[in-house]
C-alpha cells in the first residue's frame, strides 16, 4: 500500500467514524402519519385508545434485561444549587427559595428566572466521561431531561427559543448524552415534565402579597416573556394538568420534536398519562408506532408515566417500590440526593442505591437512579465514589441481575414495604432475603446483609413432602468453589466462608432441578390476628391485610390504604379473633372515580354485598354501610373482601373495614 492509498483509507475510516457518532442525533427517516383529532400520529398497529395499547403493546425485552439506568435531571434549576423545583418556589414569598433568590440576585419582579437561565454555563461538562463512568457502575440505558417544568428545553428546539443551543451552555444536551450513550451501547431515553409546567409555572405571574414590593407584578407577567412563563391560566385552571386545549397542543407539537427528531428508546412523562385524554393518548401511539416503522414492525421502545399500566405502558413510581412481584415491568425512579444540585442535601450511599436495586429487580421491576450533577455538570467525590462502589459490587454480582426474570415470591425477611411512592428507606438486614431467576435451573437468593454467624437459613426453599425441586449445587458469586449445606424442612442452610466477597448484599447462587417445584407460602410467616378493642370492636387495616395477587397499599390524603386493584380475581384478608358471638355492623371506607362498583364482604358462611359509587377522586374516601354480620361462634374467623364480579368490578381505594358491635 502506497502513502496516497493509506490516505484515501485513513479519510474513509474518518468518515465513517463520523457517521457512526452522528447516527443517534441524524434526522429520522419520514414516517407516514395520519390526522387523529386535531393532531398527527405515525400510521401503524397502534391507535390512541387504551384498548388498543392493551391489546397490542409487548414490552421489549432489552427493557425487561436492563434492570438499572441512570438518570441526569439536570437543568438551569441547577444554577442556585438549592435544590428541586427552584423556579417555581422562587416566587412564593416566604419560601426559602425565594430568600435565597432574593439575597443572592435580586428580586423577581426585576431578576427573575429568565435571568438564572443565562448562568448555567456546564462548563465543566463531560457527557463521554460521565457515561462510561455510569456503563461501568452497571447502567444499561440512560435518560437525559428534555425539559423541566421550567419550559426549558435541552433540545434544538425550532419551536422555542428557550432552548440550551440558543442559551446557557449553547450545547445540544440531548444529543451530546445520546451520542455519548449510544457509543458505549447503552440504550437512550428523555424525560418531559412539559405536561404540568403550564399550571406549574403560574406564580411566577403573581407578586409578593406584603413587604415594600407588594402588588409589584413578578417578571412571569411580563407579556415579552410569555413563551417562557406561559400565558395566563384562567380561572379554575389550577391542577396538575391544564384543562386548556391550547396548552395541550403546543405540549403535543413540542414532545413530538423531541421525539422525532431523538428517536429515544425510552420517553418518560412525570405524572399519568398527560391531560387524561386523546392527546396524550396520541403521543403514546405516535411513539410506539414510529417505532414499529423503524424496525420492520416491532415496537422497540418504553413509555413509563405514573399510571397503572395494565400492560400498557411501564409504570414509575418516584421515590418508592412495589410490595411484590407485579404481573407487567415497573419501574421505580429515584436519586442518591435532590433532584436538582442541593448544596444542604446529603448523599446516599452505594448500600442504598444497592439494595434498592435487588429489592426492585426481585418484584419485576428497574431502577432508574439520578446521579446529581452540579451547575458545570461535574460530579461531587461523593457521587463518584458512589458510583465506583457501585461498579466494584456489579462485576461480581451483575449476572444475578441483568437478564434475569421473578420466581414465585419476591422474598422473604422482616421487611415488608407497604408500597406506593415516597416510600424507600428501609433497614434491611441478613434476614432479608430476594429472589431472582435464570433459566429454568438457576435460582440467585441475595442476602441484603452479612450473617454475624457466617450462617444462612432460606427459609422459603424448606423442603416438605409437596416440594419437587432438588437443589443440587449451592455457590457463592465472588468465592471461589461451592458450599456445603443442608435441606430440610427449616429451609435451605449454607455454611458462608469466613470473608464476605463483596459489600452490602450477597448473592447465593442455587442450582435445581425443578425451580417452580418450591412450596415458599407453606413456609411464610401467619397472617397477625386482629384482637379487638376494649369496646369489642375491630378495625381491619391496610398493613395488616394478607393481600392476594397484585394488590399493595399506598397513601392517599395522608393515610395508608388498598390500591391499585384493578384486577377482579384479587383480593384482602384478615385474621380476627372473636372472643364470643355477636353481630357485629360492617362499614367500609372507600373512594373511586368510577361511577359504581360492588364488593362482596365475608366470612364463614356469612355474605355481605358493598356498592360504591364515585367519590370523585382517589383520596376522597367515603363510609360504605355494608350490613350486619353476625358471628355464631368463638374463635379465629377469617373476613375477606373481593369483588363480586369480573362485570361489577371497578377500581376502588380502600382505606379501612369497621365491625361494630351492634346492640343485643
Known amino acids: 500500500m502506497n502513502s496516497q492509498e493509506a490516505t484515501i483509507l485513513t479519510s474513509i475510516a474518518a468518515l465513517l467514524a463520523l457517521a457512526l457518532s452522528c447516527q443517534s442525533t441524524s434526522k429520522a ?48 434549576q441547577a444554577v442556585p444549587m438549592m435544590g428541586d423545583w427552584y423556579a417555581k418556589h422562587m416566587y412564593v414569598q416566604g419560601h426559602p427559595q425565594y430568600k435565597h433568590h432574593l439575597e443572592t440576585y435580586g428580586h423577581p419582579s426585576k431578576a427573575g428566572y429568565k435571568d438564572i437561565i443565562p448562568l448555567w454555563k456546564a462548563e465543566k461538562w463531560d457527557p ?15 435518560v437525559s431531561m428534555g425539559s423541566h417544568h421550567d419550559n426549558f428545553y435541552l433540545w434544538n428546539s425550532k419551536l422555542h427559543k428557550w432552548n440550551s443551543v440558543n442559551m446557557g451552555p449553547k450545547r445540544d444536551v440531548v444529543a451530546d448524552w445520546q451520542k455519548a450513550a449510544k457509543s458505549l451501547g447503552l440504550r437512550f431515553g428523555v424525560s418531559e415534565h412539559l405536561g404540568a409546567s403550564f399550571t406549574w409555572f403560574q406564580d411566577s405571574h403573581k407578586s409578593d402579597k406584603t413587604g415594600p414590593l407588594a402588588n409589584l407584578p413578578y417578571d412571569g407577567a411580563d407579556p415579552q416573556y410569555q413563551d417562557l412563563f406561559h400565558f395566563p391560566a384562567k380561572p379554575g385552571d389550577t391542577s396538575w394538568y391544564s384543562n386548556d386545549p391550547k396548552w395541550h397542543a403546543q405540549w403535543y407539537e413540542r414532545i413530538k420534536e423531541l421525539v422525532d427528531n431523538y428517536q429515544p428508546d425510552l420517553l418518560y412523562t412525570d405524572g399519568g398519562v398527560p391531560f387524561n385524554n386523546e392527546v396524550g393518548r396520541s403521543m403514546i401511539a405516535h411513539l410506539y408506532n414510529s417505532s414499529a416503522a423503524r424496525n420492520a414492525g416491532k415496537t422497540d421502545v418504553v413509555y413509563t408515566c405514573k399510571q397503572q399500566s395494565n400492560g400498557m405502558w411501564v409504570e414509575d413510581l418516584e421515590r418508592g417500590v412495589m410490595p411484590g412481584i407485579r404481573p407487567h415491568p415497573w419501574q421505580t425512579d429515584t436519586s442518591i440526593g435532590d433532584w436538582y444540585y442541593n448544596k444542604n442535601w446529603k448523599y446516599r450511599g452505594a448500600d442504598w442505591v444497592i439494595q434498592m436495586l435487588v429489592d426492585i429487580v426481585s418484584k419485576n421491576g ?30 461480581i454480582n451483575g449476572e444475578a441481575i441483568y437478564g434475569t426474570r421473578p420466581w414465585l415470591i419476591h422474598g422473604e425477611g422482616p421487611i415488608r414495604a407497604k408500597g406506593g411512592s415516597f416510600g424507600e428507606d428501609f433497614k434491611y438486614s441478613a434476614s432479608d432475603i430476594r429472589f431472582t431467576t435464570q433459566g429454568d435451573k438457576t435460582l440467585y437468593a441475595f442476602a441484603l446483609g452479612w450473617p454475624t454467624d ?61 425451580l417452580r417445584g418450591f412450596k415458599p407460602e407453606l413456609a411464610a410467616p401467619k397472617v397477625q390476628t386482629i384482637q379487638p378493642d376494649p369496646s369489642g370492636n375491630f378495625t381491619l387495616n391496610p398493613d395488616d391485610a394478607d393481600l392476594k395477587g397484585t394488590l399493595h397499599t399506598e397513601n392517599q390524603g395522608g393515610q395508608p390504604n388498598i390500591g391499585f386493584w384493578d384486577n377482579s380475581t384479587d383480593s384482602a384478608a384478615w385474621k380476627v379473633s372473636f372472643k364470643q358471638p355477636g353481630k357485629f355492623k360492617v362499614t367500609a371506607s372507600c373512594a373511586t372515580t368510577h361511577p359504581e362498583s360492588v364488593f362482596i364482604i365475608e366470612a364463614a358462611t356469612e355474605r355481605l354485598g358493598g356498592k360504591l359509587t364515585s367519590t370523585g377522586a382517589w383520596d376522597k374516601f367515603t363510609e360504605v354501610d355494608v350490613g350486619t354480620l353476625e358471628i355464631k361462634q368463638p374463635g379465629n374467623q377469617t373476613i375477606a373482601i373481593h369483588p363480586r364480579d369480573a362485570e361489577s368490578w371497578k377500581a376502588i381505594n380502600l382505606r379501612w373495614i369497621k365491625l361494630t358491635k351492634t346492640t343485643p
Not at 37 to 63: C, H, L, M, R
Request: aromatic letters at 10%; hydrophobic letters at 40%.
Open 128 to 142: 463521554d466521561r460521565l457515561m462510561a463512568m455510569y456503563k461501568k457502575a452497571g447502567a444499561k440505558y440512560f
Open 454 to 514: 457466617a450462617k444462612l437459613t432460606i427459609r422459603s426453599l424448606a423442603k416438605f413432602p409437596e416440594v419437587t425441586a432438588k437443589i443440587t449445587a449451592v455457590s457463592l458469586l465472588g468465592h471461589p468453589g461451592q458450599l456445603q449445606f443442608s435441606h430440610n424442612a427449616d429451609g435451605l442452610t449454607i455454611q458462608l466462608p469466613p470473608n464476605k466477597p463483596c459489600n452490602y448484599a450477597v448473592a447465593l447462587k442455587i442450582t435445581s432441578e425443578n
Open 29 to 76: 427517516v419520514a414516517v407516514p402519519e395520519k390526522l387523529v383529532g386535531n393532531v398527527k400520529i405515525a400510521q401503524g398497529p397502534f391507535d390512541p385508545t387504551f384498548n388498543s395499547f392493551a391489546k397490542t403493546y409487548q414490552y421489549p425485552e432489552w427493557f425487561r434485561d436492563a434492570k438499572l439506568g441512570i438518570w441526569a435531571h439536570w437543568g438551569p
Open 366 to 395: 428497574n431502577l432508574l437512579i439520578n446521579v446529581v450533577q452540579r451547575p458545570d455538570g461535574s460530579l461531587d467525590p461523593e457521587a463518584e465514589r458512589t458510583l465506583d462502589e457501585m461498579a466494584a459490587w456489579i462485576a
